[in-house]
C-alpha cells in the first residue's frame, strides 16, 4: 500500500460522485479551453486578414468607428463614402500604390457573397494575383467576374459558367489561385461596372494603399490627409483597433469562462467537504493506526489534485471536441465569421493544452486546502467516535 | 528495561460540550506490567474508553500524564505520537473499524505504510498475519464480504502489522456472537502466551476472569485495583 494507491482507491469507491464531480471540472475546464481558443482564434485570424490585405495604410471616410474598420478586413459591404476624385488625388502622390475597393454583396444559390469592384489592373500588380483557371479581366470595363478559388470550389463554378448579379449575366472569366484568405471568397468585377450596377456612380468604399517606404509613413499620411478629407488608418493602428475590439470579445469570453471555472471549483471544494464529513469515521482509523496530520491532509489534497489532473484532461478533450463542432455554427455570426477559416488545432495550441490540465490542477488544489485542512484538524477521538 | 509498560499519573479528562462540564475521569492512577493481560471493567459511561484513548495516545488528558515505557507521552507532539501509535500500540475496536474500501490484505498494509515499510514487506507479513488469525483464505475479500468475528480478526492482524509492545482492545468481543467471540478471544489469548502486553476494555466476566489484572473504573476514579 501506498499514499496515492489509497488515493485512488478512495476516489473510485464512490462512482457516482466521482463521476459527478469529475463532470463539474470537466465542464468547467471545457468551457475555459473553448472559450480561449474561439478568443485565440479570432485574434490570429484578424491579424492574418489585416496582413492579407497587403496595405500599410487604409483610408476610409472620416468619422468612422472601429467596428467600421474591422469590416475593411471582414469584407463586409461597406458603405460607398469616398468620392472617386479623392482615388484619382491619391493616386496623384508620389511613393505610393493605391487601389480602391467597393464592397457589395449578391447572392448564389441563396448563400451572401462579397462582390468587390476593383480596377482590375492596379489590384493585379497590388495584390501580386495569379490564375488559377482561365483569363484575367483585360479591359477597365469588360462585363466579367474573376471569382475567388473558395469560391469556385464551394459552388462548383468554373470559367464559362455564368453568375447573375442584380439581374444581369456575367460570364465567369477566370479563377483565381488560392491566396488563403479573404480574397479566396469573393467575386471581383470591373469598378465601373459595379457602380453603375449598384448604383453608386462615382463612389468607392476604401482605399488600400502601400508605401514605397514604410520609415516616411506619417508623411504619407499627412500627404494624404491634405490632398483629401479622409481619414487615414496605418495597419498597425487599425491591428489596434480591431485587437481592441477583440480584446473586450476575448475578455468576455474569459469571464465567462472564469465563472464556469468557479463553479467547479465550489463543486470540488463541496465535495471534498461532505467526503470529509462522511469519512470521518475513517480519518480516525487512519490516526489510530499511525497516520500523522501531515499524512491525513496529503491524503484529502491529492485527492482534490487527482480530480484536477482528470478534469482538466477530459475538459481539454471536451473542449477541443466542441470547439471543432462549435466553430461551423459561430461562424455563422457576422462577426464572428472571422473563425470561419480557423483551424482547431491551429487555435488550440500546446500551450492552451498543457496551461489548462496545469491550471485545472492548480484550482482544484486550492480548492482541496480547506477541506484537507479541516480533516487534518480533526482529533483521532473526535473522528473515531463520529457516526 | 523497568517492568512496568504503562503507568498513569492522576489522569483527568473534562469534556467541554457547550455549558455542560462532564469530568470522564477525575485522577486515575495505575500501572501495567509488561507482558500482562489487564482488563478494565466497570458500568458503561464511566470512563473506561476515555481512559483507553489516553493511554493509547488517541487523547490528551486534561491533567496528568501518561507514561508508555517511562516516557510521557502527553508531551509529545502530535506527529511523534501519531508515529507512536504506528510502532508502539496496536488498536482493536468494538466496531472492527476497518477501511471499508480496501481488502483485508490492504488494511494490515495500511498500517504498515504509516511505520514506513516498504510494499514488499507489507504484502509478505499482511499475509503471514491474516494466517496467524486463520484467515489464510480471506486475504482479498473486503469487510463486508467477511462475518463480524472474521472482521475483528482482521483488526487483531491490523492492530499486529508493526508488531507493537501492547495491544489496547475496546470491547473487542461486545459485537460479535459467541461462537465468533470465542474465535477471537483464542487469538487475543495466544498473543498474550506469546509476550504481547494486552489491556481490555470489556464487559464480559469470562475474560475479566482469565485476566491477571482487574482494574474497575467508577465515576472516572479507580474503584477497585484486583491482582488475579
Given at each position: 500500500?501506498?499514499?496515492?494507491?489509497?488515493?485512488?482507491?478512495?476516489?473510485?469507491?464512490?462512482?457516482?460522485?466521482?463521476?459527478?464531480?469529475?463532470?463539474?471540472?470537466?465542464?468547467?475546464?471545457?468551457?475555459?479551453?473553448?472559450?480561449?481558443?474561439?478568443?485565440?482564434?479570432?485574434?490570429?485570424?484578424?491579424?492574418?486578414?489585416?496582413?492579407?490585405?497587403?496595405?500599410?495604410?487604409?483610408?476610409?471616410?472620416?468619422?468612422?468607428?472601429?467596428?467600421?474598420?474591422?469590416?475593411?478586413?471582414?469584407?463586409?459591404?461597406l458603405p460607398e463614402a469616398i468620392p472617386f476624385d479623392v482615388v484619382k488625388k491619391i493616386a496623384a502622390i508620389k511613393g505610393l500604390n493605391s487601389v480602391p475597393y467597393l464592397t457589395e454583396r449578391t447572392a448564389y444559390q441563396n448563400n451572401p457573397i462579397s462582390v468587390i469592384g476593383i480596377l482590375p489592373e492596379e489590384m493585379r500588380r497590388f495584390k501580386n494575383w495569379e490564375m488559377e483557371q482561365g483569363k484575367y479581366f483585360t479591359a477597365q470595363d469588360e462585363k466579367a467576374i474573376i471569382i475567388g478559388s473558395g469560391i469556385a470550389g464551394q459552388f462548383k463554378l468554373k470559367?464559362?459558367?455564368?453568375?447573375?448579379?442584380?439581374?444581369?449575366?456575367?460570364?465567369?472569366?477566370?479563377?483565381?489561385?488560392?491566396?488563403?484568405?479573404?480574397?479566396?471568397?469573393?467575386?471581383?468585377?470591373?469598378?465601373?461596372?459595379?457602380?453603375?450596377?449598384?448604383?453608386?456612380?462615382?463612389?468607392?468604399?476604401?482605399?488600400?494603399?502601400?508605401?514605397?517606404?514604410?520609415?516616411?509613413?506619417?508623411?504619407?499620411?499627412?500627404?494624404?490627409?491634405?490632398?483629401?478629407?479622409?481619414?487615414?488608418?496605418?495597419?498597425?493602428?487599425?491591428?489596434?483597433?480591431?485587437?481592441?475590439?477583440?480584446?473586450?470579445?476575448?475578455?468576455?469570453?474569459?469571464?465567462?469562462?472564469?465563472?464556469?471555472?468557479?463553479?467547479?471549483?465550489?463543486?470540488?471544494?463541496?465535495?471534498?467537504?461532505?467526503?470529509?464529513?462522511?469519512?470521518?469515521?475513517?480519518?480516525?482509523?487512519?490516526?489510530?493506526?499511525?497516520?500523522?496530520?501531515?499524512?491525513?491532509?496529503?491524503?484529502?489534497?491529492?485527492?482534490?489534485?487527482?480530480?484536477?489532473?482528470?478534469?482538466?484532461?477530459?475538459?481539454?478533450?471536451?473542449?477541443?471536441?466542441?470547439?471543432?463542432?462549435?466553430?461551423?455554427?459561430?461562424?455563422?455570426?457576422?462577426?464572428?465569421?472571422?473563425?470561419?477559416?480557423?483551424?482547431?488545432?491551429?487555435?488550440?495550441?500546446?500551450?492552451?493544452?498543457?496551461?489548462?490540465?496545469?491550471?485545472?490542477?492548480?484550482?482544484?488544489?486550492?480548492?482541496?486546502?480547506?477541506?484537507?485542512?479541516?480533516?487534518?484538524?480533526?482529533?483521532?477521538?473526535?473522528?473515531?467516535?463520529?457516526? | 528495561?523497568?517492568?512496568?509498560?504503562?503507568?498513569?499519573?492522576?489522569?483527568?479528562?473534562?469534556?467541554?460540550?457547550?455549558?455542560?462540564?462532564?469530568?470522564?475521569?477525575?485522577?486515575?492512577?495505575?500501572?501495567?506490567?509488561?507482558?500482562s493481560f489487564c482488563c478494565i471493567v466497570g458500568p458503561s459511561g464511566h470512563g473506561k474508553s476515555t481512559l483507553m484513548h489516553l493511554v493509547g495516545g488517541l487523547d490528551r488528558p486534561t491533567e496528568g500524564g501518561v507514561f508508555l515505557d517511562g516516557m510521557d507521552i502527553t508531551r509529545l507532539s502530535n506527529s511523534k505520537l501519531a508515529a507512536l501509535r504506528a510502532q508502539k500500540i496496536g488498536f482493536?475496536?468494538?466496531?472492527?473499524?476497518?477501511?471499508?474500501?480496501?481488502?483485508?490484505?490492504?488494511?494490515?498494509?495500511?498500517?504498515?505504510?504509516?511505520?514506513?515499510?516498504?510494499?514488499?514487506?507489507?504484502?509478505?507479513?499482511?499475509?503471514?498475519?491474516?494466517?496467524?488469525?486463520?484467515?489464510?483464505?480471506?486475504?482479498?475479500?473486503?469487510?463486508?464480504?467477511?462475518?463480524?468475528?472474521?472482521?475483528?480478526?482482521?483488526?487483531?492482524?491490523?492492530?499486529?502489522?508493526?508488531?507493537?509492545?501492547?495491544?489496547?482492545?475496546?470491547?473487542?468481543?461486545?459485537?460479535?456472537?459467541?461462537?465468533?467471540?470465542?474465535?477471537?478471544?483464542?487469538?487475543?489469548?495466544?498473543?498474550?502466551?506469546?509476550?504481547?502486553?494486552?489491556?481490555?476494555?470489556?464487559?464480559?466476566?469470562?475474560?475479566?476472569?482469565?485476566?491477571?489484572?482487574?482494574?474497575?473504573?467508577?465515576?472516572?476514579?479507580?474503584?477497585?485495583?484486583?491482582?488475579?
Amino acid at each position: 500500500m501506498n499514499i496515492p494507491k489509497l488515493v485512488m482507491k478512495n476516489i473510485t469507491r464512490r462512482k457516482g460522485r466521482f463521476v459527478f464531480t469529475l463532470l463539474g471540472i470537466t465542464i468547467g475546464i471545457a468551457s475555459f479551453v473553448t472559450l480561449l481558443s474561439l478568443g485565440g482564434g479570432l485574434k490570429k485570424e484578424i491579424k492574418k486578414q489585416s496582413a492579407e490585405l497587403g496595405a500599410n495604410l487604409v483610408v476610409t471616410p472620416k468619422g468612422w468607428c472601429a467596428y467600421e474598420q474591422v469590416s475593411v478586413l471582414t469584407g463586409e459591404q461597406l458603405p460607398e463614402a469616398i468620392p472617386f476624385d479623392v482615388v484619382k488625388k491619391i493616386a496623384a502622390i508620389k511613393g505610393l500604390n493605391s487601389v480602391p475597393y467597393l464592397t457589395e454583396r449578391t447572392a448564389y444559390q441563396n448563400n451572401p457573397i462579397s462582390v468587390i469592384g476593383i480596377l482590375p489592373e492596379e489590384m493585379r500588380r497590388f495584390k501580386n494575383w495569379e490564375m488559377e483557371q482561365g483569363k484575367y479581366f483585360t479591359a477597365q470595363d469588360e462585363k466579367a467576374i474573376i471569382i475567388g478559388s473558395g469560391i469556385a470550389g464551394q459552388f462548383k463554378l468554373k470559367p464559362g459558367d455564368e453568375l447573375t448579379v442584380k439581374g444581369e449575366h456575367f460570364p465567369i472569366k477566370g479563377v483565381l489561385k488560392e491566396t488563403g484568405g479573404k480574397d479566396d471568397i469573393a467575386v471581383y468585377m470591373p469598378l465601373s461596372v459595379t457602380q453603375r450596377l449598384y448604383e453608386v456612380s462615382n463612389m468607392v468604399s476604401f482605399i488600400a494603399i502601400k508605401v514605397d517606404d514604410i520609415s516616411r509613413i506619417d508623411e504619407f499620411i499627412l500627404k494624404i490627409q491634405k490632398a483629401a478629407n479622409v481619414a487615414v488608418v496605418s495597419d498597425k493602428q487599425l491591428l489596434k483597433s480591431v485587437l481592441s475590439i477583440v480584446g473586450t470579445v476575448s475578455v468576455t469570453l474569459q469571464l465567462i469562462a472564469a465563472v464556469a471555472i468557479l463553479a467547479a471549483a465550489f463543486g470540488i471544494i463541496n465535495t471534498m467537504m461532505t467526503a470529509v464529513s462522511e469519512r470521518k469515521r475513517e480519518i480516525g482509523i487512519l490516526q489510530a493506526i499511525g497516520a500523522s496530520q501531515r499524512t491525513i491532509f496529503s491524503i484529502f489534497f491529492l485527492e482534490s489534485g487527482f480530480y484536477g489532473l482528470l478534469g482538466g484532461i477530459f475538459g481539454v478533450a471536451g473542449g477541443l471536441l466542441f470547439s471543432l463542432l462549435a466553430a461551423p455554427y459561430i461562424s455563422q455570426n457576422e462577426f464572428t465569421s472571422l473563425i470561419r477559416g480557423t483551424n482547431v488545432g491551429e487555435a488550440l495550441d500546446l500551450r492552451i493544452i498543457f496551461g489548462s490540465i496545469i491550471f485545472s490542477v492548480a484550482v482544484s488544489l486550492v480548492s482541496g486546502l480547506y477541506p484537507a485542512w479541516k480533516a487534518a484538524r480533526l482529533t483521532p477521538v473526535e473522528a473515531i467516535s463520529y457516526g | 528495561m523497568d517492568d512496568t509498560i504503562i503507568r498513569t499519573e492522576n489522569l483527568h479528562k473534562t469534556y467541554n460540550s457547550g455549558k455542560v462540564k462532564t469530568n470522564a475521569l477525575r485522577g486515575v492512577t495505575l500501572e501495567i506490567a509488561r507482558g500482562s493481560f489487564c482488563c478494565i471493567v466497570g458500568p458503561s459511561g464511566h470512563g473506561k474508553s476515555t481512559l483507553m484513548h489516553l493511554v493509547g495516545g488517541l487523547d490528551r488528558p486534561t491533567e496528568g500524564g501518561v507514561f508508555l515505557d517511562g516516557m510521557d507521552i502527553t508531551r509529545l507532539s502530535n506527529s511523534k505520537l501519531a508515529a507512536l501509535r504506528a510502532q508502539k500500540i496496536g488498536f482493536v475496536f468494538q466496531f472492527f473499524n476497518l477501511l471499508q474500501g480496501l481488502t483485508a490484505c490492504e488494511n494490515v498494509e495500511t498500517a504498515m505504510m504509516f511505520a514506513g515499510a516498504t510494499e514488499k514487506a507489507q504484502k509478505e507479513r499482511a499475509e503471514a498475519l491474516l494466517s496467524l488469525v486463520g484467515l489464510s483464505e480471506k486475504l482479498h475479500a473486503k469487510p463486508s464480504d467477511l462475518s463480524g468475528g472474521q472482521q475483528q480478526r482482521v483488526a487483531i492482524a491490523r492492530a499486529l502489522a508493526n508488531n507493537p509492545d501492547l495491544l489496547l482492545m475496546d470491547e473487542p468481543t461486545g459485537n460479535l456472537d459467541s461462537e465468533s467471540e470465542a474465535e477471537v478471544l483464542e487469538t487475543v489469548f495466544r498473543l498474550h502466551r506469546q509476550g504481547k502486553t494486552v489491556v481490555i476494555v470489556t464487559h464480559n466476566n469470562e475474560i475479566a476472569q482469565r485476566a491477571e489484572k482487574v482494574i474497575t473504573i467508577r465515576d472516572g476514579m479507580v474503584a477497585k485495583y484486583v491482582l488475579v
